[in-house]
């Protein structure tokens, strides 16, 4: 089956520290990979996208992301966060075979703490 | 520049009314969604459209129905509200089906279902 996982519903990180948020996924064909943020009470923006090519995926706000195809992750990382980061973190994933649907993990909310 | 205008943004429905969400995009994108997000559940497809005159049925269609009679407008109707549709309802537009630019989403609309 076809899955999309962030297991870490909520990551505390002090300020100028540096996060990783993870999400793994499940899939028997290729997949595109997407990482979105999501700030309260506001629509998700686009902060990265692996669709292919190199592995190292640079974003908006200083986030980059890894595709590690053997360990079907995505993860997202910043060496150093700002108060500004705090908000909800989403991986979403297509499947190559599933046409134009997008399916979302569960979101990680990032809190950046003073 | 609107992006994708979502209306309103607060609703109270009773049980067993009706309404319709209404989403508007001023980009030209073809392609259009409708998102419910639940706590802890992430984003779920509704309805999503390719174009003006085509819908189809995402994950969760149930209790919903989707128009698209022009490229700009693609309004949610529920019918006989439930208290399980209580929810923030995203609706979503990409130009090329959102792998190349991923989706550009309106500010959300939150309902509540009493």
């Known amino acids: 089956a076809q899955s999309v996982t962030q297991l870490d519903s909520q990551v505390p990180v002090f300020e100028e520290a540096p996060v990783e948020l993870r999400c793994n996924y499940s899939s028997s064909v290729s997949v595109y990979l997407f990482w979105y943020v999501q700030y309260p009470n506001q629509g998700l923006q686009l902060l990265l996208k692996?669709?292919?090519?190199?592995?190292l995926v640079k974003g908006i706000n200083g986030f980059e992301a890894e595709f590690n195809k053997s360990q079907t992750s995505f993860h997202l990382r910043k060496p150093s966060v700002h108060i500004s980061d705090t908000a909800e973190y989403f991986c979403a994933v297509s499947f190559t075979n599933t046409g134009n649907q997008f399916y979302f993990g569960t979101g990680t909310s990032l809190t950046v703490i003073p | 520049n609107a992006g994708v205008t979502q209306t309103p943004k607060f609703r109270i429905l009773k049980i067993g009314q009706s309404m319709t969400l209404q989403c508007t995009q001023d980009?030209?994108?073809?392609?259009m969604y409708w998102y419910r997000q639940d706590p802890g559940m992430g984003l779920k497809l509704i309805y999503y459209?390719?174009?003006?005159?085509?819908?189809d049925k995402g994950e969760v269609p149930n209790g919903y129905n989707v128009s698209r009679s022009t490229t700009e407008d693609f309004p949610l109707r529920l019918e006989l509200a439930a208290p399980s549709q209580t929810s923030v309802y995203f609706c979503?537009?990409?130009?090329?089906?959102?792998?190349?630019?991923?989706?550009?989403f309106g500010s959300g609309t939150r309902l509540t279902v009493v």
């Open positions: 692996y669709l292919s090519g190199s592995t």
């Open positions: 980009m030209n994108h073809n392609y």
């Open positions: 459209s390719v174009g003006a005159g085509i819908t």
């Open positions: 979503a537009s990409s130009k090329t089906g959102g792998l190349d630019y991923g989706y550009t």
